[in-house]
């Protein structure tokens, strides 16, 4: 069998079109030169390069061409293929703005064997704490380090381990927050599918350095292979001795038992986790005490997100400096962000603080689908906002996604186009908060309720300017009074549309048209003349008569007897029927 | 299993790294799975053991590129390291018949070439 000596791979990654006939004509020149034999052409789906126009690739030597035209060929082919030689004006820099910390071992490792695990530095932080440092130097580490938790708050990972670690108790826990109610929203279970033992490693570290000796993961029932395979790592944990009794032969002990998530979203806040897992209804109760001096079953408590603690082992492997050399002033490390919405590349991925909305879009993501233009990227979930498509540019951290209104959260990351309306948007995320209220405090309960029936209004044409001012102040009603933060960043959603898209607004309230044609009451349906093959499918289909005509004339809709269902748009075949 | 103590971390050099030997690995968590690679997996599997060809297929999580899934990495001597998306059961028999066997790349399934 004989080895493929060379093998050019072309991708046009802008239509696609241009791609069989670059092929074409690398295969003429080649055979020209009597090449053929040695030298392959292979069509590649994705060469991980976007908007660069024809992109190609020479293996083995790895080089990488960009913006190829036709005229180019001839050059590459005899300079490149044949004398091995870069032509410097095609070439890119291989610029891969991932970086891999949460998800180093993702896609890569079997996460059904832990020797996978160790042979990729696993469990070697775990022993050199438990070797070299006492508690407080994990906790000296973990400062340097400036992370923060991942889970949405961002609030500095040392400085709840340093409360946890004063409390005078005999008893402590370490909870993992699996729940991940985000819609959209998957970072937490690729994780423990694709990597477990590094969430496991993680709260060893946390156990050792608090003094707990149990720990719990609280994952969402709706995740049964994430389940599967966590268990499986515990398990196997326990049979090398990395958790149990004596881990690593020394006197420090700890155990993790698994909870399954009681299927709401509120559960996901700490307070409320913790009250299921006691076994009690998950509704949230006012902070302080927080849960690191007073948590579950009244014992000093931490609890973190899984993206935070799989970021453990790293800091402690590789210092706190290391890690504090990454990322912006303020946030430090990597975040992991589910990308989805209208993007070329649905993608898990992760990249430094810092990184630009436009880069993660454009240039990780493969850009918008269809080409359509941008319109915002939501962040953040239900408790996050938009950002529109003039400040893409800002640079990702805790305090930029604030200033903007929305925020870092637990990473989602929706991108919009011009299809996508402000306020059925705003009207999405609110009615899952609706829906998810557990209803103990009044604001959230009622406010919520109130702000999407103004919302509902508006979506539906019956929407009055007073109104922008009523959603302003239940917002605030909702931020300052309610008990937990499902209420308080409820509102989000709606503030940031308004702030960066109230013309959206005043444009349902006041002329009645929804630009993105989502609001469907507020569309008028038209039949087209021109395409109409008058088969009278639709007359027939109208639920309320309001096409009148007949075959011989025509048919149009009487829009004060329209009630806009949509049924003559749905079942005509010559799409006759205008939005 | 036997249990490791801070010992056996003492002499552990870098990464013990297993690059260099073949190998095939499918992308097996939730969305992988979604999208057919518990199927692609087997498929695999048997075509190696009709062909009596030995070459690993592994198990891994999911690599972040949700969009190509099921996502097939293929690594064998003499050839570049390709990652194959929007694998099928087709396109399977394919990595085994023509990448694996006669060492040809496969046109318009490649969705990422890895680095040596
Ligand atoms: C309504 C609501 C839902 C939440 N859901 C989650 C969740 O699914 N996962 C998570 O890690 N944190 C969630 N949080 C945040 C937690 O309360 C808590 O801040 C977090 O787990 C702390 O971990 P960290 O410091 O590592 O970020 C939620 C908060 C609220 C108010």
Known sequence: MQNQKKIILVKDTNMDKETSSMIDKFLFGLRERGLSEDVKVIRAADLNIYNKGVVVKIWPENITYANVKKDDIDLIIHRTVENGKNIDELLVSETNKQL??????????????????????????????????????????????????????????????????????????????????????????????????????????????VGAQKGYLYIRAEYPLAIKRITLAINQAREKGLLGDNILGTDFSFDLDVRLGAGAFVCGEETALIASIEGKRGCPSPRPPYPSVNGLWGKPTIINNVETLANIAPILHNGGDWFASIGTEKSKGTKVFALTGKVNNSSLIEVPMGTTLRDIVYNIGGGVLNNKKIKAVQTGGPSGGVIPENLLDTSIDYENLQRLGSIMGSGGMIVMDEDDCMVDIAKFYLQFCVDESCGKCAPCRIGGKQMLNILSNISEGKGDLEDISSLKRISQALQKASLCGLGQTAPNPVVSTLKHFEEEYIEHINEKICRAKKCSLLSIYEIIEEKCKRCSLCQRSCPVEAINGNREVGFTIDQEKCIKCGKCFEVCKFEAVSL | MSKLTLDSFKNKSKKAKKNNTNFIKVGLSTCGIAAGADTVFN??????????????????????MCYAEPLVEVKIEGMPWIIYGKVNEDVALKIIRKHVARKQVINDYIFSIKDE
């Open chain 2, 43 to 64: 498929v695999l599997k048997e075509e190696l053991k009709k062909k009596e060809i030995n070459v690993p297929v592994l198990r891994c999580g999911c690599a972040g």
């Open chain 1, 100 to 209: 891999r910390i949460v998800l180093r071992n993702c896609g890569i490792i079997d996460p059904e064997k832990i020797d996978d695990y160790l042979d990729n530095e696993g469990y070697c932080a775990l022993a050199k704490v438990l070797s070299e440092y006492s508690p407080d130097e994990v906790i000296e580490q973990m400062k340097i380090s400036g992370l923060r938790g991942r889970g949405g708050g961002g609030f500095p990972t040392w400085m709840k381990w340093n409360f946890a670690k004063a409390q005078k108790e005999e008893t402590k826990y370490i909870i993992c927050n699996a729940d991940e109610g985000d819609p959209g929203a998957y970072m937490d279970r690729s994780v423990l599918e694709g990597d477990p033992h590094s969430v496991i490693e993680g709260m060893i570290i946390a156990g050792y350095t």
